[in-house]
């Protein structure tokens, strides 16, 4: 049965996918124009940089990052990277970046000799040269997040994206309740529960969770094995929470994005994608989770400080860093190349 996947989106900008990349290929350059060349020559890359593949989420003090941090910007150099984000991300999407970011502040107060709880250890890296018609990206990564943007023309990649965080439910101070992934948790667990044991039996593919995403901070991925349970041995009601689940990983996108990410979905088998589950079905126990089609995957753990610890990620098959827009656009432009 296919689902109306995109129903759950409403309501959609009506707004053409160059206006996303028009403006913030405009935001891309007033970023670059900002530069002294001193901050160039650590911010700015020609494309086919390969570090442009290169990211993590761990602390940039434990692994480090190409490109500038915002905490060595002025003001309004940052001004110019939140508006460059805000261009290519939801207004979910760039709320959620800010406070996982603004988290470290909270992470310094709690661990105040921890080295690793620099503010604002934020880079971004542009690949390319930010204009319309133009092909370039760019890629903004600190603890607890990554986004990679690639702009071929008028099209947009956004893949892979990681978000997340700790504490994921915050135990006390002023904070206290704060859940900033709870969506996906909360989801998740629902649909878990909603299985029967039959259901279960599939789904559930070892007691213990994974200490990690599989996938981890890998250049390119396929799709893991094929296990879990399919979406065609769900019933109506646990598709229904599969499809939010989906939905949920997208929104941080721009509306007109996230609708296309589905169409491509929805074109495909929506019955073949599958839902893995690994560890506690409960709160409070550590536990993980894929959602696997096609041609995407999507990876939740929650497993580091007594289950207290959020990592997710969305990869794209053939799309991660604009593979598939890369190819068609050389295959079509070859003196391009």
Do not use: C
């Not at 007109?256 to 073949?272: C, H």
Request: aromatic share 10%.
């Amino acid at each position: 049965m296919k689902l109306f996947l995109l129903l759950l989106l409403a309501p959609i900008a009506l707004f053409a996918q160059k206006e996303i990349t028009s403006s913030g290929s405009a935001q891309g350059a007033a970023f670059v124009n900002s530069l002294t060349d001193a901050q160039k020559s650590k911010a700015v890359f020609r494309f086919g940089e390969m570090n442009r593949y290169e990211w993590h989420y761990v602390p940039p003090t434990m692994l480090g990052r190409t490109g500038l941090a915002i905490k060595d910007m002025e003001n309004s150099q940052k001004e110019k990277v939140y508006s460059l984000l805000q261009a290519f991300l939801s207004k979910e999407g760039y709320d959620r970046t800010k406070n996982i970011m603004d988290f470290e502040y909270l992470l310094k107060e709690l661990q105040p000799d921890n080295p690793n709880r620099i503010p604002e250890n934020y880079f971004i890296s542009i690949y390319g040269t930010p204009a319309i018609e133009s092909v370039w990206g760019f890629k903004f990564t600190g603890h607890h997040i990554t986004l990679n943007f690639t702009i071929v023309k008028d099209k947009l990649s956004f893949a892979p994206v990681l978000f997340g965080v700790y504490p994921a439910n915050v135990q006390d101070g002023p904070k206290k309740g704060t859940r900033l992934l709870k969506e996906e948790e909360d989801l998740g667990f629902e649909l878990v529960n909603s299985l029967d044991q039959s259901q279960k039996e599939k789904a559930l593919i070892q007691l213990e969770a994974f200490s990690d995403i599989l996938t981890t901070n890998a250049m390119q991925v396929g799709p893991l094995k094929p296990d879990g349970i399919l979406a065609r041995d769900m019933t109506t009601a646990q598709k229904v929470l599969l499809n939010k689940l989906i939905v949920t990983y997208l929104l941080p996108m721009p509306p007109l994005i996230a609708q296309n990410r589905m169409k491509k979905i929805t074109a495909e088998d929506i019955d073949a994608i599958r839902f893995a589950w690994a560890g506690g079905t409960q709160p409070g126990k550590a536990h993980y989770y894929h959602v696997q089609g096609k041609s995407f995957l999507i990876e939740f753990d929650n497993t580091q400080n007594n289950a207290n610890h959020i990592h997710e990620v969305w990869r794209d098959f053939n799309g991660d860093f604009g593979e598939d827009l890369l190819r068609e656009h050389y295959h079509n432009s070859p003196h391009h190349h």
